[in-house]
């Protein structure tokens, strides 16, 4: 059977409480746990498991379809004839666009569910706040090099989640993907979103706009980084995903009707200063200069760091050899006198 031919079946159950979007690309030595884990969840309710894999050449399709074949009423293939990029977003919003179920848990496929309670207790938290937009609990990092294991919350994680838990001056994460359970249908995916390379982030701040977030206590997935993973990708000395993530926040203070703006544009700012240092303008004096003068504009920041921005970006090395050459003459006479 040609993969091409495998297509994820539309059903429409009012029992199917549940969606489980399993998103991968090219993890066949990790996609089986996800689909495990996914399988041995204990429900009261129906769910099914849809599987959208990103044209992965390494085997992971042949595991995702002998989970089909196994499991023909839960493990739904979700496989397109070409990688649809950024980062997964395509395949993320194809594959949502087929699910069925009341919500939607999703998970990557290097990553998996550690409690076979975990869909049980977010239905249960999500029916019984229905003003909730999504929840989330708490998960556990493991590294692939061997560092410590390290959870994403703390004990003294706030419970509900608002708005202005989700924006300020700093890049904010506290929720694991395959942590967090959402209402289907609330995520819209406007221009902006279509061009980060982050998902989470933007999908946070959208669903926040349709209620609040709500904590469940308890560990119950494991958020597995590894070199494969997409947080690796993440480069603070690239223009482009410097300017990606620009254009992000630039994308939210509009959602969010620049509400936030005065926190979002230091936000920005961190990104224009981290450009400075961006390996494709190291020997490009004009363009530094430019993002200096952005970065000054954005952060306003104090005389001090002004005056260091304005020496090391924006005067040229030229002029400070010359300026440096002439300062110095009084000391070098005094010397030879």
């Not at 091409?4 to 539309?10: A, C, R």
């Not at 004839?81 to 997964?88: C, P, R, V």
């Not at 004096?285 to 304005?310: G, M």
């Not at 020496?311 to 010359?322: E, G, N, Q, S, T």
Request: include cysteine; hydrophobic fraction near 35%; glycine fraction near 6%.
């Amino acid at each position: 059977m040609n993969y091409e031919e495998v297509i994820t079946q539309s059903f429409t159950d009012s029992r199917l409480k549940v969606s489980v979007t399993i998103l991968t690309y090219n993890q066949v030595a990790f996609i089986g746990q996800a689909i495990e884990s996914a399988l041995n969840q204990q429900t009261d309710f129906a769910y099914e498991i849809l599987v959208g894999d990103d044209f992965s050449t390494d085997g992971t399709r042949e595991v995702i379809l002998d989970y089909q074949k196994r499991f023909p009423d839960l493990v739904k293939p979700v496989l397109h004839k070409k990688n649809l990029g950024q980062n997964g977003l395509f395949n993320t919003i194809e594959t949502l666009k087929l699910a069925q179920g009341k919500y939607i848990a999703p998970l990557d496929g290097d990553d998996y569910w550690t409690s076979p309670d975990k869909l049980q207790k977010q239905v249960d938290f999500m029916e019984s706040h229905p003003d909730f937009s999504a929840c989330f609990h708490n998960a556990l990092i493991t590294y692939e090099d061997g560092s410590p294991a390290q959870e994403v919350n703390a004990a003294d994680q706030k419970m509900v989640i608002g708005m202005d838990d989700l924006i300020g001056e700093d890049e904010i994460w506290f929720m694991a993907t395959s942590a967090v359970m959402f209402k289907n249908g609330l995520v819209h995916y406007p221009e902006w979103f279509l061009k980060s390379t982050s998902g989470d982030i933007p999908r946070y701040v959208i669903l926040a706009k349709h209620g609040p977030i709500g904590y469940v206590p308890g560990t119950m997935s494991v958020y597995r980084k590894n070199k494969a993973g997409a947080s690796f990708k993440d480069h603070y000395r690239d223009a482009r995903f410097l300017r990606n993530r620009i254009m992000m926040y630039e994308g939210i203070n509009g959602e969010t009707e620049r509400r936030y703006n005065s926190s979002l544009r230091l936000n920005i700012a961190r990104y224009y200063r981290m450009m400075l240092d961006a390996r494709q303008y190291s020997r490009s004096y004009f363009r530094r200069a430019a993002l200096a003068v952005k970065y000054l504009r954005f952060r306003q920041p104090d005389p001090t760091e002004a005056k260091e921005i304005c020496r090391d970006y924006l005067i040229p090395k030229w002029m400070m050899r010359v300026y440096s050459f002439f300062a110095l003459l009084p000391h070098r006479f005094r010397q030879t006198s």
